[in-house]
Each structure stands twice: as structure tokens, then as C-alpha cells.
């Protein structure tokens, strides 16, 4: 499965920035520090998660960043295709007439791996922000 750090990362400090949302706007700083993902990586990733409106900016000494929805509403699929991940079971590309030998058939696990992909991305649709910070609410605030 191909899910990088950068897909991880931004579920991760998502998962952060709600769990502080009550607390106002959340600095890069403190979400580098908590979940110990290096900065400039962080901003890296906050750049397209705010290209893709998932998040908004506070500029000013007690500046940070925002959610643009409420944790029920964001789905984790959302995060990690803002930052353009996907998971990825298959070495083939679906689309292609050559099958994943390189050659016109398809391998003969490839429906495994095909409906493994299906599973985990409906997984990821269902599942919400909200979902990943229940459980620690209670440890952090």
C-alpha cells in the first residue's frame, strides 16, 4: 500500500488542529512540536490544505491556522487527496490496455488488490475528523 508521510502528516496535523480548535487559531509550531513532524514539512502540506479550503490562515502575533469546516464535516479521504496522496494497492494503472505484466492481461491477484484499494478508500470516505479526535479529547484538553 502507498500512503506517504506527507498523507500522514496532514491527517495527523488536522487531527491537531481540531483537537485545539476551541483554543482560536493553532501555529505550525505548536503542531511540529505535539505530533513532532518537522516545520518546514508542515507548511508544505498547510499550503495545500489551504489551496483546497480545508483550512484558513490568521496572520498576527496570535495567528495560525483555522478549520474551514467543523470536524463532522471534513472527510479523512478529503485530507489525504488535498494533499494529493491516494492509496494505492495496485502497481497497474486500471485504465491501461497493458495488463500489469506488461502485457495484455492483468495479473491474478489484481482483483484482490483492486477491491483492497476500493475497501480502504471507502474507509477513508466514512470515516470524519471528528471520528479521530473523540477518543482524545479527554487526554488534552
Not at 506517504?4 to 493553532?26: H, I, Q, S
Not at 480545508?54 to 463532522?72: D, H, I, N, T, W
Not at 479523512?76 to 506488461?102: F, M, Q, R, W, Y
Request: hydrophobic letters at 35%; aromatic letters at 8%; proline letters at 2%.
Amino acid at each position: 500500500m502507498k500512503l506517504t508521510t506527507k498523507g500522514r502528516y496532514a491527517v495527523m496535523a488536522m487531527a491537531d488542529l481540531a483537537l485545539f480548535k476551541d483554543k482560536g487559531p493553532v501555529s505550525l509550531t505548536d503542531i511540529s512540536i505535539r505530533q513532532n513532524i518537522s516545520l518546514p514539512y508542515l507548511e508544505q502540506i498547510f499550503i495545500k490544505l489551504k489551496n483546497n479550503k480545508l483550512v484558513k490562515s490568521v496572520r498576527g502575533a496570535k495567528g495560525g491556522y483555522l478549520l474551514e469546516f467543523q470536524p463532522e464535516e471534513i472527510k479523512i479521504s478529503n485530507i489525504i487527496s488535498a494533499v494529493d496522496e491516494e492509496v494505492k494497492t495496485l502497481n497497474c494503472k486500471k485504465e491501461s490496455k497493458k495488463g500489469c505484466n506488461n502485457k495484455y492481461s492483468k495479473c491474478i491477484t489484481h482483483n484482490l488488490w483492486d477491491q483492497l484499494d476500493q475497501h480502504i478508500n471507502n474507509f477513508f470516505e466514512k470515516v470524519k475528523l471528528q471520528d479521530l479526535i473523540k477518543k482524545n479529547q479527554v487526554l488534552f484538553k
